[in-house]
């Protein structure tokens, strides 16, 4: 393929941080292609919530900046691909007792894929993003290193850890290197429409928060019905809604008095079961991941900070690699609520080496 490396394709989601990645990428010289990726058509009777992304004000926002900035604006079409691979598997694995991670899905399966084959076929040699991350190259050992964002409280590199060498070569973040206050002050210095645009919250296919009724919609009447809670013995505690509505650690809307606080420990979707423990019963020493990506290589028995969700600080653990895609970690301290189908993703300080998919916690 011959690209130009001045041209740049920026995935503009209709916020803030995007449209100011897609600034900067005008204002150092670039010429600068804007794309959103069209993911997902809202039920008309579900209302738009400005907290969510991939709307269509989103879009309609994306294109304004465009316009401001002066770049060529497109609208890819992605929902097919959206649909199967991430809210199909979304539902899925909730049905199967697990807690999935669609963002991460997203970046993985749909969102870079889309991005680089349409920057290729324009010609560009990179896709630049508003994401919270940075990349460094390693002359030494010839190889890009993916680092957190400069902000902590905004780091996004736990999305991104399925990006390996090849894409880091074609991606550029623009914003890694800021503060959100600082972009913000960027996209007001130059008059951006969107730059007191509030940041998205929630899964933008599931505005209202509530991802139980939205698989229950989705799946029109054919989600799993009532079930059991029990205990560790066995012993009947109450009924449940269907084990679509719950997550491992959960505790809030179960409804079991047991004299002492208890929380969801395991769900098994053969039974329709879901077995409450104390709290003290959800901390494990060891995980095992499958789907596992590395940015770059990684040794056998390397002493990573392993983070099991997004909004875990991590913890210090040991990886052992059981065979291609698949590690144990190792945990010096155990960890609360390991949910299988969430992300594990591991650091060496500020570097981002990989992640992967929880399968399950092991211990207690």
Not at 3 to 28: E, H, T, Y
Not at 98 to 115: E, G, I, S
Not at 144 to 150: D, I, S, Y
Not at 178 to 196: F, P
Request: charged residues 25%; glycine residues 10%.
């Amino acid at each position: 393929m011959n690209l130009d490396r001045k041209k740049v394709v920026v995935a503009m989601s209709g916020g803030v941080d995007s449209s100011v990645a897609a600034l900067l990428m005008k204002q150092a010289g670039h010429e600068v292609i804007g794309i959103t990726l069209k993911l997902w058509d809202a039920p008309k009777d579900e209302p738009q919530r400005h907290t969510s992304c991939c709307s269509i004000e989103d879009i309609t926002d994306a294109r304004r900046v465009a316009d401001q900035i002066g770049i060529p604006f497109y609208v890819v079409n992605s929902k097919t691909q959206f649909r199967e691979q991430v809210v199909d598997r979304f539902v899925q694995e909730y049905l199967s007792g697990r807690t999935p991670n669609p963002c991460a899905m997203c970046n993985d399966k749909v969102k870079f894929d889309f991005l680089f084959t349409k920057a290729f076929e324009l010609g560009a040699y990179h896709i630049a993003t508003g994401h919270y991350a940075k990349k460094e190259w390693d002359a030494q050992k010839s190889e890009w290193r993916l680092l957190k964002g400069q902000d902590d409280r905004k780091d996004q590199s736990y999305f991104l850890f399925s990006l390996g060498q090849k894409q880091l070569e074609h991606t550029l973040f623009p914003i890694g290197g800021m503060s959100k206050d600082e972009v913000r002050k960027i996209a007001r210095d130059a008059g951006l429409k969107t730059s007191e645009k509030p940041d998205s919250q929630e899964i933008c296919f599931v505005p209202s928060g509530d991802h139980g009724d939205f698989i229950a919609k989705y799946l029109k009447g054919q989600a799993p019905q009532s079930g059991e809670f029990v205990n560790e013995s066995g012993e009947v505690l109450g009924s449940h809604e269907g084990i679509h509505r719950y997550t491992v650690g959960q505790r809030r809307g179960t409804q079991v008095a047991q004299g002492e606080r208890v929380y969801i420990k395991a769900i098994d979707p053969v039974t329709n079961r879901i077995t409450m423990s104390e709290n003290q019963a959800l901390f494990q020493p060891v995980l095992l991941a499958n789907g596992v990506r590395w940015v770059r290589p990684v040794a056998d028995g390397i002493e990573v900070t392993a983070r099991i969700r997004h909004r875990h600080e991590g913890s210090p653990a040991t990886l052992r690699l059981v065979e291609a895609g698949r590690v144990r970690v190792e945990f010096h301290e155990p960890q609360r609520a390991i949910s299988p189908g969430q992300a594990v993703v591991f650091y060496l300080g500020e570097e981002c080496l990989g992640g992967g998919w929880i399968e399950q916690g092991l211990g207690n």
